[in-house]
């Protein structure tokens, strides 16, 4: 009873802060994202009778503590699916910086979901297993497939009707994201822990939430036309509002760092010398670079130039779940 799954983290564009429920993993608004070829989480799963307990090894490192109870908490959640009781050895094998921004846990639990339901014996359908992928972590719901996705949040209380579809899949459009990374340390405010305090003290959050439908609308109208100024244009503006939510919890908090604003500055420069860059920011201080193929050369290079720039990693549109 085992499988091996590999899952690829996705990027917002429309991004995901706030729950309406937590422990089902909830969101307040939908989310719309873009799965990505160059970050991914390879997961094996193997159930065995002679366990006693569940074990988790994250790049050949025996876990323990939270990291460990939160696979533990959802293997729980397959096993009463599946109807059996059996522990399960899981082998992650990380090829994303985790807890910095990078949506480790994006790929980390879809890879995770995909193999522990496969390996017990589950035959799930890609929207009952974004469903199940939902409650390890809101944003993994999504990379359960490539290209466009969007995660539709629902309004059933049980939450029957929150899980990611495909907008448009990964070979749609050659949309280049380039991952700047500034620190691959872990990020002091978890993202829930962010979440969490935004939705109950920030002023400006229902003012976020509002905000949302609109930029939803726009940004699958500019996917259909590919209109990559507007996809631009709007994944920035979504991403300032969301960090705003955070300068302005109680207490506040900020992901950037003084190497997060440069980024942002060069990047506006590039826009205004005539190269179509946009940048977007999740739950940590590095950013992600959108732009198209013909301007990569240059992008990238002037990218690597700014200092405190640790490296840059270029992406193309990534596919789904797949089993190794």
């Known amino acids: 009873m085992e499988a091996t799954a590999k899952a690829h983290t996705n990027i917002a564009l429309i991004k995901y802060w706030g729950k309406r429920d937590e422990a089902l993993i909830l969101p307040t608004n939908n989310s719309l994202s873009l799965t990505l070829d160059g970050f991914f989480t390879t997961t094996r799963v193997a159930f065995k009778e002679d366990l006693t307990e569940d074990v988790f090894y994250l790049n050949d490192n025996a876990e323990t503590g939270t990291a460990l109870q939160r696979v533990q908490k959802f293997l729980d959640l397959v096993r009463r699916l599946a109807g059996k009781h059996i522990y ?3 082998e992650s094998t990380n090829a994303v910086p985790t807890a910095a921004g990078f949506a480790s846990s994006a790929s980390g639990f879809a890879a995770l979901s995909a ?3 496969k390996a017990i014996g589950l035959d799930l359908t890609d ?3 974004s469903r199940l992928t939902r409650q390890g972590s809101g944003s993994a719901c999504r990379s359960i497939y490539g290209g466009f996705v969007e995660w539709q949040q629902g309004s059933k209380q049980d939450g029957s009707d929150s899980y990611a579809v495909q907008i448009a899949p990964k070979d749609y459009w050659d949309v280049r994201v380039a991952a700047v990374v500034l620190s ?3 990020k002091t405010v978890s993202s829930r822990e962010g979440m969490t305090r935004t939705v109950s003290t920030s002023p400006f959050f229902d003012a976020w939430v509002k905000s949302i439908p609109a930029d939803l ?3 699958k109208d500019a996917i259909a036309a590919k209109d990559f ?3 631009g244009e709007i994944a920035e503006a979504n991403c300032m509002r969301m960090h705003a939510t955070t300068l302005s919890a109680k207490p506040p908090f900020m992901y ?3 190497a997060t604003v440069s980024v942002m500055q060069v990047v506006q420069a590039m826009r205004k010398e005539g190269i179509a860059a946009y940048f977007t920011i999740d739950a940590g201080p590095n950013l992600k670079i959108l732009y198209l193929p013909d301007d990569e050369a240059a992008i990238l290079q002037k990218l690597r130039d700014i200092p ?3 490296s840059v990693i270029a992406s193309k549109p990534g596919q789904g779940i797949t089993y190794l």
Do not use: F, P, R, Y
């Open 88 to 90: 399960a050895k899981v």
């Open 115 to 117: 193999a522990a339901s």
């Open 127 to 129: 929207q009952e297993l």
């Open 184 to 186: 691959d340390k872990s």
């Open 217 to 219: 609308a726009n940004i």
């Open 229 to 231: 100024e507007a996809v």
């Open 256 to 258: 950037w760092q003084d």
């Open 308 to 310: 405190g720039v640790q």
